[in-house]
C-alpha cells in the first residue's frame, strides 16, 4: 500500500521572499541571513556579549555544509586527479617568508579616517558624490584623511617575551605554505611538472571594512591549489583551470546565469600576477567574487629561492633542462562559496496551495542526506525508526526527528536542505515497509527497508563526479 502522508501548511512567519532573479535583491539576503540563524547555519560569534565584529560561529547545519563544500573540493581537485597531492601548513610564520613573499611591503589597503566620527573606510571603496566631494558613509562628513597604506597582516609574539625577535604573522594566505615546501614535495612524491599542491584552511586579514555577513569576514577559510608548470605551458594550463573551476560551480547547482568570469585588468593585477580571472557569483548585493585563478609566474618560487638561499627550480631529465616553474594558482573562499550554494539553493514554492521554503542543495553539499521520521511518538514505533537510522547511518549523514506533525517535520527538512525523508509508520512493523519522500517534488514512493540503502545511495549518486 502507498501511503502519502498530509503536509502541514508552514507556518507564516518561514514564508520568505521569492524565487532569486538574476539581479542584486537585498531582501533575498536578509531571507538568507534569517534562515541561517533560525536553522543553526551560522550564529554571530560572542553573541551573549554583544558580537564581536566580523566575525561568525558555524553552528551544527553551518559545519556540516561548509565541510561538505571542502570535502567537494577537495575530491575534485585532490582525489579525482593523479597530478595533485595536498600539503597543510603551519598556519604562523617568520617575517622572512612575508617579507620575500612581498607581503609585508605591498599587502595593504589604502585607510582614510572620518574626523567628525572617527570611523575608518578603505579609501578606494569610496566614490565622490554629487557635489564633487568624497563623503563619509557613515556621518556625511568631507573631513576626511589623505590615504595610508594599511598593512592587513595580523601581527603577534611567540614565545613569553614580545620582542623583536619573536615577531611571527597569522597567514594572509595558504598559498605560501606551499611554495616554501615546494622542494620536499617534489623530493617526498616524485612528481614532476605539470603536478599541483592543494591546501584547504584559514587565513587571516585585518581587513579595514568588512560586511556582506561572511562575505569579507577577518578570519575565513580558503581552497587553494598551487600548480606547477614548465613556463611555455602556462597560458593553456591557466585556461585549463579557469574552465574546470567554473564548471566545478555549475556541476554543484549554481545556475550559469549567476556566475561569470571576469578578467582582470592590468592596474588590478597583482604584484605577481601576469594574468588573474575571477570567478564570481551574482549574491543579493551584487556581483562578488569566489574564486580568483592567477598566473603567479615563477615569482614566489624565485623570491623564497632568493631570500633563503635554497634551490626552488627542477631540473627536465628527458629536455636537459633546468627551469623555475610558472604557477597557476585557483584560490577559492570556502566560506564565500558556502554562502553563494545556500543562496543560489535558496526557493519558495507551493505544495498542494501551500507556500514552503526549501534550500535545494546538490545532495553532495546538503547537510543530512536523509531524515528518518518515526509517524508518532509511541513507543511501538521507536525500535524501528531506530533500527532505521542505524542502517542508514554508516553510509549517510543522518537526522532524527520525532517532534511535531510529519507535516511540519517535512517542511523542517525541506529548509535545510535534506534531499530526502524516511517515514517509519504502523504499517511498517507489519510489512517491513517505509515511506520514501523527496525534496524537491515532494513524491513519496514506498518500499521495503531491505532495499532502502540501496535506493537512496542510487538516487544520491555520491560517488558520480
Known amino acids: 500500500m502507498k501511503l502519502q502522508y498530509q503536509e502541514d501548511p508552514p507556518n507564516a512567519s518561514t514564508t520568505l521572499p521569492a524565487m532569486f532573479a538574476p539581479e542584486p535583491d537585498p531582501q533575498r539576503m536578509e531571507a538568507v541571513v534569517a534562515l541561517c540563524k533560525r536553522r543553526g547555519f551560522v550564529f554571530p560569534s560572542a553573541e551573549i556579549y554583544g558580537g564581536f565584529r566580523s566575525t561568525y560561529d ?196 549554481i545556475p550559469e546565469d549567476q556566475l561569470r568570469i571576469r578578467p582582470h585588468d592590468p592596474e588590478e593585477l597583482s604584484h605577481y600576477s601576469a594574468g588573474t580571472s575571477d570567478i564570481e557569483f551574482l549574491f543579493p548585493f551584487g556581483w562578488g567574487e569566489l574564486e580568483g585563478i592567477a598566473n603567479r609566474t615563477d615569482f614566489d618560487l624565485k623570491a623564497h629561492a632568493a631570500a633563503s638561499g635554497e634551490s626552488l627550480d627542477y631540473f627536465d631529465q628527458a629536455a636537459n633542462e633546468r627551469y623555475v616553474p610558472y604557477v597557476i594558482e585557483p584560490a577559492a573562499g570556502a566560506t564565500r562559496s558556502m554562502m553563494a550554494f545556500l543562496v543560489a539553493a535558496y526557493d519558495t514554492d507551493e505544495i498542494g496551495g501551500e507556500a514552503r521554503t526549501v534550500l535545494r542543495l546538490h545532495p553532495r553539499l546538503a547537510p543530512y ?30 537526522d532524527y526527528d520525532d517532534t511535531q506533525s510529519i507535516g511540519k517535520r517535512y517542511r523542517r527538512q525541506d529548509e535545510v536542505g535534506t534531499p530526502f525523508c524516511v517515514t517509519v509508520d504502523f504499517d511498517s512493523l507489519e510489512d517491513a515497509q517505509v515511506t520514501v519522500r523527496e525534496r524537491d517534488s515532494a513524491e513519496q514512493v514506498r518500499l521495503p527497508i531491505t532495499e532502502l540503502v540501496a535506493h537512496l545511495t542510487g538516487r544520491l549518486d555520491l560517488s558520480s563526479r
Open 58 to 253: 558555524y553552528g551544527p547545519l553551518g559545519v556540516q555544509l561548509l565541510r561538505n563544500v571542502k570535502e567537494a573540493w577537495w575530491r575534485s581537485m585532490v582525489q579525482l586527479r593523479d597530478d595533485v597531492v595536498g600539503l597543510d601548513a603551519a598556519i604562523l610564520g617568520p617575517p622572512d617568508i612575508w617579507r620575500a613573499s612581498g607581503h609585508l611591503a605591498t599587502f595593504t589597503d589604502p585607510l582614510v579616517d572620518c574626523r567628525s566620527c572617527q570611523q575608518r573606510w578603505r579609501a578606494d571603496h569610496l566614490e565622490p558624490a554629487e557635489d564633487g566631494k568624497v563623503h563619509c558613509p557613515s556621518c556625511g562628513s568631507t573631513d576626511l584623511t589623505e590615504p595610508r597604506d594599511f598593512n592587513l597582516m595580523f601581527k603577534t609574539h611567540t614565545g613569553p617575551v614580545a620582542e623583536e625577535g619573536s615577531v611571527a604573522y597569522l597567514r594572509p594566505e595558504t598559498a605560501q605554505g606551499m611554495f616554501v615546501n615546494f622542494k620536499n614535495v617534489l623530493q617526498t612524491t616524485r612528481k614532476k611538472p605539470p603536478f599541483g599542491i592543494a591546501q584547504v584552511g584559514k587565513s587571516f586579514r585585518n581587513e579595514i571594512t568588512p560586511g556582506n555577513y561572511v562575505f569579507r569576514t577577518r578570519e575565513f577559510e580558503q581552497m587553494e591549489l598551487e600548480f606547477f608548470v614548465p613556463p611555455a605551458d602556462a597560458p593553456k594550463w591557466f585556461d585549463h583551470w579557469v574552465d574546470e573551476r567554473h564548471r566545478w560551480y555549475v556541476d554543484l547547482g
Open 369 to 398: 542526506k536523509v531524515a528518518v521520521l518515526p509517524l508518532s511518538k509511541k513507543e511501538a514505533l521507536t525500535p524501528l525508526a531506530r533500527e532505521v537510522l542505524g542502517l542508514l547511518q554508516p553510509r549517510l549523514v543522518c
